[in-house]
């Protein structure tokens, strides 16, 4: 089999926002090795500066527009990779800011931290583009085992560890499951590009081991979505890590995991949706309603928040059960949901992170009486909760109404019927993202103490970026729809 | 060539006898799924067996008493163990080993461009040279974190 | 070569069903570990068989990824593992339950 070789021809401004933070990366690690104990604090700053300055590479491609094939179709940048990749880099930036002081007063590795979440991120971001097999497995694993070690970062305290070993076990199988799959998929077509590997799979006998592939597929990014059954790991990982890592865990690893979804479910099987509806509509209904419930008795906020973004994930699975239907609609509706999932669920965390450098503790009842020594925090930890539970002014409704729209529109039994089990849901979900308000108002403070709560600059950035963002976007939906109007996956590849 | 890889699998076929008949019984779409439920079923059943099989076998452990701390030591006769079976060993041993694996299984990736060196010319060379950059990075950063010194 | 091929398949899926029943029965994290590194060599074993029998070479390339990404994903495992005998003083991973509910 030996044949010529012929380099690849590539095209550096379509690859620019990966350079950017793998050079960043490598920036990081030199600074860390040469640089005295003292002066970690410069990490954040370049870490930082770093994924700004990869924004700015994908407002350009985004301007050029146009779609951007390399390497034989195994990476791809699009307007759907390019949304999901700014998405990467806003949430990783937030991320940062969150992280600032929390790992700098907590006697923590500070530049391993910060290289760690690069790497992350460099993974997702890579997600975003792959349409290859090889390629998705790659960065799967990219953002998967940094996330793993951050999980572990207060490496003396068991809770930590506890939260670290859950969550890469959990993980490692899911992937190996995952590999299993993959590799079926692969005797059937003799091929790792998804695209060929559609048309492959695109008459009408599909042999049964493609079912059994699909379901290994799905099994395995159903544990990285953290979808019933297999979220297991999620509510003891997030609790257990630092706040910091929970949020990106929370935020962009999950929506990383729907971007794997998405691309090799409908990269691999668009025409075979027969197959893969009747799988995400039991999953999607079981998600939400065992994240709701559960949720409804959690006395811990963190693990409420790690139960509600269960919820939330079960929202999004939603869309896909329909997808045979409205095609694109359904990756356009995920993306919004993703978008503004991500600015409310990040600033909950900020408003944690803050309160819990005063109460040191993530209890329910910590965070009673919040409104009268720190007012600010009060409110903005209220907008992001109502916004959580789809109340209307506030970004979380639109995402909620693109769903509902999605499902609708899909004239069917099956969307009918999620359109009404997302709303049921939705009343449940409102009970408990009120009843923390309620205990940030009207409660009592514990002990009487109310000194009020010091906030480092970092954290009120993170906060007034992801309220202000919320807010816009619930009253400006045409915003964050114009974004991903022309984000297409399923139309990308041609019918045979 | 496929149909025939996959047959064993595709019970519905080869279980029952008449072939033609099954088409019928069964829809298409159940076919289908049934792969799954053979599959399933096989990895519980597996679990099951194993689990009976060593259930059968092992000596049961249900005594009480003296019997049962006798059954958790290492020799159920001659001197008593002491301690725990752990040992600590040099937690340096580990990082050299971790090390030498990382760095090992990297040479998996310059191998096949080692073998084909001339086809890949100067935009092989220069992938490479990248990817090496990178791994010396690692290197690098292990040196000045005092881990390759040796006690 | 059909018989060939079905031989590897079947060790696959043999050695694939013995790593799930060593993840979900095996209390030991290093033994958890071990029946992980099995499923990626049942991967593994079907990626070159299925290489081979198409004549195309992705099949044995995405084989050396999983090598390599196995290596990584063992070294972070091993460092877990051992920062958790560290604080824990067992490596029982049903010991590991400090959080509930």
Redesign the interface.
């Known amino acids: 089999m030996l044949l010529g070789f012929e380099a690849p021809s590539i095209d550096f401004h379509a690859l620019a926002p990966e350079i950017v933070v793998t050079a960043t990366l490598a920036v990081l690690i030199l600074v860390d090795a040469f640089t005295p104990k003292q002066a970690k604090s410069a990490q954040s700053s370049i870490a930082g500066l770093g994924l700004l300055l990869a924004l700015v590479p994908v407002v350009t491609l985004a301007v050029d527009g146009g779609t951007r094939v390399m390497f034989e179709g195994a990476f791809v940048v699009d307007t759907f990779s390019l949304v999901l990749t700014g998405l990467f880099l806003v949430s990783g930036y937030v991320v940062i800011l969150l992280s600032q002081t929390y790992i700098a007063e907590g006697d923590y590795w500070e530049g391993e931290y910060y290289q760690l979440l690069l790497a992350s991120i460099l993974g997702m971001m890579v997600m975003a583009s792959a349409r290859d097999l090889i390629t998705v497995f790659i960065a799967l694993e990219l953002l998967s085992i940094p996330a793993y070690m951050l999980a572990a970062w207060r490496k003396r305290d068991l809770r930590s560890d506890e939260a670290g070993i859950k969550y890469y076990l959990m993980g490692v199988f899911a992937s190996a499951v995952l590999l299993y799959g993959m590799s079926l998929l692969y005797g059937l077509t003799g091929t790792t590009m998804l695209s060929e590997i559609a048309t492959k799979l695109a008459g009408e006998d599909v042999p049964s081991a493609a079912v059994l592939a699909i379901v290994f597929i799905v099994v395995g990014f159903g544990f990285k979505v953290s979808a019933v059954p297999f979220h297991t790991w999620a509510p003891d990982t997030y609790e257990g890590a630092p706040t910091p890592v929970t949020a990106f865990l929370a935020v962009a690893s999950k929506a990383a995991g729907f971007v794997a979804l998405m691309i090799v479910v409908f990269g691999a099987f668009p025409f075979r949706v027969d197959i893969v509806e009747p799988l995400f509509w039991a999953l999607a209904v079981a998600t939400m309603f065992v994240g709701n419930l559960i949720a409804l008795r959690q006395t811990n906020v963190v693990r409420m928040l790690a139960y509600s973004g269960i919820a939330q994930a079960g929202y999004m699975l939603a869309p896909l059960a329909v997808a045979g239907t409205v095609g694109d609609a359904a990756v356009q509706s995920i993306l919004i949901y993703l978008m503004i999932y991500a600015t409310m669920n990040l600033g909950a965390f900020a408003v944690v992170i803050a309160a819990s450098r005063k109460t040191r503790s993530g209890e329910l009842t910590s965070f009673a009486g919040l409104v009268r020594y720190a007012p600010g925090l009060a409110v903005a930890m209220a907008m992001f909760l109502f916004s959580l539970a789809g109340i209307p002014p506030l970004g979380g409704w639109f995402a909620k109404f693109g769903i509902f729209k999605t499902l609708v529109e899909a004239d069917s039994a099956a969307g009918y019927s999620l359109a009404i089990i997302v709303g049921v849901n939705s009343v449940i979900a409102l009970f408990y993202y009120a009843r923390v308000a309620k205990t940030m108002i009207m409660d009592d403070v514990p002990d009487g103490d109310l000194s009020p709560v010091q906030v480092p600059v970092s954290l009120r950035a993170a906060i007034s970026i992801t309220l202000v963002l919320t807010v816009v976007f619930g009253i400006l939906p045409q915003l964050v729809a114009g974004l991903t109007d022309n984000a297409t996956l399923l139309s990308a590849v041609a019918v045979p | 060539?496929?149909?025939?890889?996959?047959s064993?699998?595709?019970a519905c076929a080869s279980t029952t006898a008449d072939t033609a008949a099954c088409g019928q019984t069964y829809s298409d779409?159940l076919?289908?799924?049934?792969?799954?439920a053979i599959?399933t079923g096989?990895?519980f059943g597996?679990?099951a067996v194993?689990?009976g099989i060593a259930a059968v076998l092992r000596p049961s452990n249900k005594r009480t008493g003296a019997y049962q701390n006798q059954k958790r030591i290492g020799y159920e006769s001659g001197v008593d163990p002491v301690g725990s079976g752990w040992t600590q060993t040099q937690?340096r041993y580990?990082i050299f080993a971790?090390l030498f694996?990382?760095f090992d299984?990297?040479a998996?990736?310059i191998f096949?461009w080692a073998m084909?060196l001339e086809?890949?010319?100067t935009?092989?060379l220069i992938e490479m040279l990248i990817f090496i950059a990178?791994l010396a990075?690692?290197l690098?950063?292990a040196v000045?974190?005092k881990v390759l010194q040796w006690l | 070569m059909d018989l060939m091929l079905n031989q590897f398949l079947f060790l696959g899926a043999i050695l694939f069903c013995i790593g799930v029943y060593g993840v979900l029965a095996r209390r030991n994290a290093v033994m958890v570990l071990m029946s992980i590194e099995l499923i990626l060599n049942s991967v593994n074993i079907n990626l070159v068989a299925f290489s081979t029998m198409w004549g195309v070479a992705s099949g044995a390339v995405f084989a050396l990824f999983v090598i390599a990404v196995a290596a990584a994903e063992v070294g972070v495992g091993l460092a877990l593992v051992l920062m958790l005998y560290r604080n824990m003083r067992s490596i029982d991973v049903d010991r590991v339950d400090l959080m509930k509910g």
Request: proline share 2%; glycine share 8%.
């Open positions: 060539m496929l149909a025939q890889v996959f064993a699998v595709d779409f076919r289908q799924w049934l792969t799954v599959f096989v990895a597996m679990g194993m689990l937690v580990y971790l694996v990382l299984v990297e998996v990736f096949p084909r086809d890949y010319g935009f092989g990178l990075l690692g690098v950063y000045r974190k």
